[in-house]
């Protein structure tokens, strides 16, 4: 056996109006694994990942993060601090420095104390290859920048779980890969993450597995050198060759 569940996701329906989002999806993903979803926009890849941390709250099925269920569960927030959330818009405070973005959910959430909490942002901040950029606001740095202190602020909390939506998709084509490689790195040290990315060298490289969805559904699952290589269903071939 490879690992145990961290998160198991099952039959999860979700409808907005008389649109059906998600339509029954299941997957489990096991500690330090990486498995990256790929399908086309509109397809429900959000709707999934903001469901495993209830920004949304499907409808029916079960997501379990080890012995959690979180779609029922009393305390949410404590779920959500073991699970770290980096989506397209980086999401960080503007009238706070880098520092401070990292520090904040340590202080606030964590209650820790302020000299600690600043140790720790440093060392969070140096972990994504940003020193120096401390005392820095969020406009002053580039988008690439700013995503890594998103990571940073997310890591700090110190999460079983990574999300990603689409974290490179806002960024100009030459700050990509900074932030590619920071989170390939994460993967390499056995991070659990689940990443949704049109970046399929990422994705064919780092991740362990990936599922393609359409229309809420998940129509494959593979380990990459299979998906590109010997994709089962002919939607999966059609998407990949577009992509191409
Ligand atoms: P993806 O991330 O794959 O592009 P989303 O999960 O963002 O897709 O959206 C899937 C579908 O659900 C889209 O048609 C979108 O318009 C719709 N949708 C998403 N969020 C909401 C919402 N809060 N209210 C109504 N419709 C929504
Ligand atoms: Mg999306």
Not at 145 to 150: E, P, Y
Request: glycine share 8%.
């Amino acid at each position: 056996m490879a690992g145990k569940p961290l998160l198991r996701v099952v039959n999860v329906k979700k409808r907005f109006g008389d649109k059906i989002v998600l339509d029954g999806v299941s997957f489990t993903l096991n500690k330090g694994e990486t498995k990256v979803i790929i399908g086309p926009s509109g397809t429900g890849k959000s709707t999934l990942l903001k469901s495993v941390n209830r920004l949304v709250v499907p409808d029916e099925g079960e997501i379990w993060l080890e012995d959690k269920e979180i779609i029922r569960c009393k305390n949410i927030n404590a779920v959500r601090q073991k699970i770290g959330y980096v989506f397209q818009d980086f999401g960080l405070f503007h009238h706070l420095t880098a520092l401070e973005n990292v520090m904040i959910g340590l202080t606030k959430v964590k209650k820790m104390p302020k000299k600690e909490a600043m140790e720790k942002a440093r060392y969070e901040l140096n972990r994504v290859g940003l020193t120096g950029i401390e005392d820095l606001y969020p406009a002053q740095l580039s988008g690439g920048q700013k995503q890594r202190v998103a990571i940073a602020r997310a890591l700090a909390m110190e999460p079983k779980l990574m999300l990603f939506d689409e974290p490179t998709s806002a960024l100009d084509p030459e700050l990509i890969g900074e932030v590619l490689a920071v989170m390939k790195e994460l993967a390499e040290s056995k991070m659990t993450m689940l990443v949704v990315t049109h970046e399929m060298g990422f994705a064919r490289s780092v991740s362990d597995e990936i599922i393609f969805i359409e229309k809420g559904k998940i129509v494959e699952q593979a380990p990459p050198e299979k998906m590109f290589r010997e994709p089962e269903h002919q939607r999966t071939r059609e998407f990949l060759f577009k992509l191409k």
